[in-house]
């Protein structure tokens, strides 16, 4: 039996649908208020259960309810979705996150600190100028094409063509450089934010340790710390795994029990593609003479089961070995043969 209120806020850019159920299941209000007054809400009430939808400012209030003695639990905004009832209106949404919330297989995210959002802001503001590069160089590539101009597929040869005289129209030149002047200045930006990055994982005592594993590099380690580096909220490290994605689904009926691939949509997509191309440049390099358990277990692995459920495996237990050197404290030594 649920012993304490649950105040659920149903998170919005300038309006917060706030409802608050007592601990004998009794709406005690459902209200849109203003940011202010919802932190005075937070502030004036006793210990409760904060429950909220994962959105862009559930870390950030999710750690102000933090710090007035709250128990914050996120949760998926698909899983919240069956337990509203009549309408899509705020007020519904507020009573079904209230109501999700003390649903006893509930699954709820962890709230990021400080530290672990900055990381993240870095990995996805890293990202997002890497995929503006590459869609404003595939629309160069494809205006040169429709001019009979093709250009091979690296970076170099396409800065070649940008600088070099073409046989494009002239009424197209200035437009040429327009594009090439943008192209310049988002790769000027992305080298900024990459040497950040690097600078900031290079600064954390955390990253430096997960760095050590196979296949992980400044971006899987600075993702594996912003999900990771609060190991409490995970039993295990298979428990870490399976928050980020890398487990394979399950389908059981009548005690049969079938197991399926990796959800592509589960967990952090944008981590794990980072750790399994990681993963996958590690094993493409393995010698033929193995010096580690973990080398000799990789080569036996890709022989029986091929390369990419070998990247899968190597993630897997990248992100358990991970959790665990976190939870202890400890660095990774590798054990040699």
């Known amino acids: ?3 304490r209120n649950v105040i659920a806020l149903d998170l919005a850019k300038n309006i917060i649908q706030v409802a608050k159920v007592s601990k004998h299941d009794e709406i005690v209000f459902n209200k849109a208020q203003s940011p202010s007054k919802v932190r005075q809400i937070l502030a004036n009430s006793p210990p409760s259960i904060v429950a909220m939808e994962g959105c862009g400012r559930f870390h950030y209030w999710g750690r102000i309810a933090q710090s007035y003695g ?8 698909k899983h919240v979705k069956p337990y509203v009832s009549k309408q ?3 007020a519904n949404d507020a009573i079904g996150i209230a109501v999700a919330a003390m649903q006893p297989n509930m699954p709820f995210s962890p709230v990021k600190n400080i530290e672990q959002q900055i990381l993240q802001t870095f990995t996805v503001s890293r990202q997002f100028l890497d995929k503006q590069l590459t869609q404003l160089g595939n629309h160069i590539r494809a205006l040169f094409y429709e001019y ?6 690296s970076k170099k040869a396409l800065k070649g063509v940008l600088t070099e005289r073409n046989d494009l129209p002239e009424v197209l030149l200035p437009l040429v450089n327009v594009l090439k002047a943008q192209y310049q200045q988002i ?6 934010v990459t040497k950040n990055l690097e600078l900031l994982v290079s600064q954390n005592e955390q990253c430096q340790r997960v760095i050590a594993l196979e296949g992980v590099g400044v971006l899987g380690a600075a993702g594996l710390i912003a999900s990771l580096s609060q190991t409490e909220h ?3 490290g298979r428990c870490a795994s ?5 487990t394979p689904k399950q389908f ?5 029990t079938v197991m399926l691939g990796i959800d592509r949509c589960a967990g952090d997509k944008q981590l794990k593609s980072c750790l399994f191309l990681g993963a996958l440049s590690y094993i493409s390099n393995l010698p033929e003479k193995p010096k580690t358990l973990k080398q000799q277990w990789l080569l036996r692995l890709v022989a029986r089961s091929g390369v990419k459920r070998a990247c899968i495996a190597l993630v897997n237990k990248n992100i358990r070995t991970a959790w665990a050197m976190l939870k202890q404290g400890t660095n990774y030594q590798p054990v040699m043969i």
């Open 1 to 3: 039996m649920n012993n």
């Open 70 to 77: 709250h128990e914050v639990r996120g949760m998926s905004p």
């Open 88 to 90: 899509k209106t705020d």
């Open 148 to 153: 009979g101009i093709t250009i091979p597929r």
């Open 187 to 192: 790769e000027q930006s992305l080298n900024k």
């Open 234 to 236: 995970f039993k295990n």
């Open 242 to 246: 399976v928050y980020l994605g890398v």
């Open 252 to 256: 059981s009926s009548g005690g049969k």
